[in-house]
T-cell receptor, first 113, second 115 residues
């Protein structure tokens, strides 16, 4: 699976949009981009995933560049409960790869009042 | 979505002993996994728990140290054997279907402290 690079930490203001970047310059054509987050003392929580089109759900939006070498997770209106470590993961879609996830360091996001 | 529970939620153990962690999923799932999260670190995959056959271990993890069982499609156990203080970590169970479209769900984790 391709490696991802994320900033180690970032702060954002409550009520403002939080834009979390992720670089995956070695991504291959059959790899998806997944985002998970881990709130303190909890297990990781799935947020969103995409292949090449932008995606939106009730939690966030995922913007993937045309060359697919980077992406941005957008939390449209950050709340204090969004304080967590956010992980960007790329993963192949082949059945032989199973469903395992390889976690990098993630971005520690602190939402401030 | 799948709801995953783990027992125990935390434990404090003496070195040289073993602890078995249970993972229960509220629905049948194809894949189950065990991860370790050392203090202040990210998650590391220990193994894939295969139903009806031996688990598939990642590099650096061996069956003698982390025996895993998966008797059916909703339950798995991880044993941490002959524990040392270096085994103090959070151990997380996860589950999901096959293919990229199925997200993976995680349990709350078991916080293990080895004295």
């Amino acid at each position: 699976d391709a490696k991802t690079t994320q900033p180690p930490s970032m702060d954002c203001a409550e009520g403002r949009a939080a834009n979390l970047p992720c670089n995956h310059s070695t991504i291959s054509g059959n790899e998806y981009v997944y985002w998970y987050r881990q709130i303190h003392s909890q297990g990781p929580q799935y947020i969103i995933h995409g292949l090449k089109n932008n995606e939106t759900n009730e939690m966030a939006s995922l913007i993937i560049t045309e060359d697919r070498k980077s992406s941005t997770l957008i939390l449209p209106h950050a709340t204090l409960r969004d304080t967590a470590v956010y992980y960007c993961i790329v993963r192949v879609a082949l059945p032989a790869a199973g469903n395992k996830l390889t976690f990098g360091g993630g971005t520690r996001v602190l939402v401030k009042p | 979505s799948a709801v995953i529970s783990q027992k125990p939620s935390r434990d404090i153990c003496q070195r040289g002993t073993s602890l078995t962690i249970q993972c229960q999923v509220d629905s049948q799932v194809t894949m189950m996994f065990w991860y370790r999260q050392q203090p202040g670190q990210s998650l590391t995959l220990i193994a894939t728990a295969n139903q009806g056959s031996e688990a598939t271990y990642e590099s650096g993890f061996v069956i003698d140290k982390f025996p895993i069982s998966r008797p059916n499609l909703t339950f798995s156990t991880l044993t941490v054997s002959n524990m040392s203080p270096e085994d103090s970590s959070i151990y997380l169970c996860s589950a999901g279907g096959q293919g990229a479209y199925n997200e993976q769900f995680f349990g709350p984790g078991t916080r293990l402290t080895v004295l």
